[in-house]
């Protein structure tokens, strides 16, 4: 990971990890189901860009999920987020997602942090893992 591409989680959620899980909650009680929460830096394989992107887990209809989205931003229930990270909605079957989660069950703990690592065939360059389905509840 190069120097250009550490960021302070905080820098782009604002309370980073309690930021992400205030957005989650926030979607959770506007009555849609939300299994987990991770801010991901994506880099291009074409052209060596990188972005930032906040990923829930859900199987709502991406439709609703952004009008849900400009709803509690515009009633301000949710926290600050940096310009620089684009809010994606994905399902539970999502490759990405399905090998984030698995780490992170693997980890048990709370949040994750995968910096760097090759995991089932994908490289994670940087991940901050909130909050994902089977995380236990047992202090590690």
């Known amino acids: 990971m190069d120097p250009d591409t550490l960021v302070d989680p905080n820098a ?7 930021g992400l899980l205030q957005i989650e909650k926030a979607f959770k009680e506007v009555g849609t189901k939300v299994d987990g929460v991770y801010l991901i830096l994506l880099r291009s394989s074409e052209d060596d860009s990188t972005e930032w992107v906040l990923r829930l887990i859900t199987d709502e209809p991406k439709r609703d999920m952004i009008t849900h989205h400009f709803r509690l931003k515009r009633d301000h229930k949710l ?3 940096s310009e620089r990270v684009r809010f994606d909605y994905v399902p539970a ?5 399905k090998k984030v989660f698995d780490y992170a069950r693997a980890m048990n703990s709370h949040p994750v942090v995968m910096q760097g690592v090759f995991w089932k065939g994908l490289f994670f360059e940087y991940v901050l893992v909130a909050d994902y389905p089977g995380k236990s509840t047992v202090a590690a």
């Open 93 to 97: 079957d999502h490759a990405e997602a």
């Open 79 to 81: 926290p600050w987020v």
């Open 12 to 18: 782009l959620v604002d309370g980073g990890v309690s």
